[in-house]
């Protein structure tokens, strides 16, 4: 348990000092330092010191989140399909015989407690990574027949991908990273310009085009991989953990462009 660790470390006679947007850390914690007010250009300032108790009457966004006041509304609707992804028999690390189908056109959340198999689910139902046994079936034909080149070619064609860590390039502008999905796609230079700049937009970072990946935000750099990952406009975006290294506020941002994407 990371929060009892935490506390044994203090207990020892530690300072502790740890970044974090956990609501269980933060309830836990003796002191909390908010910055803010928004992200990016918008932050920069401290818009709160003190403890858990009084930090839930502050007018902070992390604290209107925390009391309640603000919340992520939970979908009215669910989509329904008829197609899938079909794993059946999928054995590795800690994956058993996995039979599970994953419906397409819609927004499907994998979830679990930590090494479960979250991660080595979708590594293997998007061919990242192949199974030691198993079968997974898309548009009815098993990729894991195929070979390293074909899968390449087929996930590059249909899939894309926005990890947690975003590997984006760090001192390439938000522009050439944008790019990079369509230069290997084949896109004529004619034609990314638009594309690239619709993706911008959508993250709301048209205005960074020109800024080098280094100098953004941990929650920019996460817009910037999204923008990446949706510029071929993919049949299928798998996201592994996009949120766990934001704050509230911008993971909100994040799983509201994940759920209109869909």
């Given at each position: ?6 506390k ?16 269980d850390?933060?309830?836990e ?5 908010d910055?803010g007010?928004e ?13 858990y108790?009084?930090m ?18 939970v979908?009215a ?9 079909a794993?059946?028999?999928a054995?590795?690390n ?6 599970v189908?994953?419906?397409l056109e819609c ?20 061919g ?8 997974v ?6 990729i ?9 070619a ?39 310009r638009?594309?690239?700049?619709a ?13 080098y990946?280094r ?7 996460q ?5 990446r990952?949706?510029v071929n ?7 592994d ?17 994940l759920?209109?994407?869909?």
């Open positions: 348990n990371l929060i009892g660790v935490l044994q470390l203090r207990d020892l006679g530690n300072t502790v000092i740890v970044v974090e947007h956990d609501e850390v933060m309830r914690a003796d002191y909390i330092i910055i007010p992200a990016g250009y918008l932050g920069g300032d401290l818009v709160f010191s003190g403890d108790k009084e839930m009457k502050a007018d902070t966004l992390t604290a209107k989140y925390l009391n309640g006041d603000l919340e992520i509304e979908p609707k669910r989509r329904k399909t008829k197609e899938f992804i794993i059946k028999g054995r590795q800690n994956l058993k015989n996995v039979d189908n994953v419906p927004l499907t959340v994998i979830t679990g407690v930590s090494g479960s198999g979250k991660s080595t689910l979708m590594h293997a139902m998007s990242l990574d192949r199974p030691e046994q198993g079968q079936f898309v548009d009815d034909q098993d894991l027949k195929l070979k390293a080149k074909a899968v390449d087929f996930r590059g064609r249909k899939m894309s991908f926005i990890f947690q860590s975003f590997f984006i390039h760090a001192n390439e502008t938000c522009y050439d990273n944008v790019a990079l999905p369509l230069e290997i796609a084949g896109v004529p230079r004619g034609q990314r638009a594309k690239i700049e993706a911008l937009t959508a993250v709301e970072l048209l205005d960074k085009k020109k800024s990946a100098n953004l935000s941990g929650g920019q750099k817009r910037l991989a999204i923008a990952a949706t406009e993919p049949q299928i975006l798998f996201a953990e996009p949120t766990g290294n934001l704050d509230t506020t911008t993971g909100g941002v994040v799983e509201d462009f759920f209109n994407y869909s």
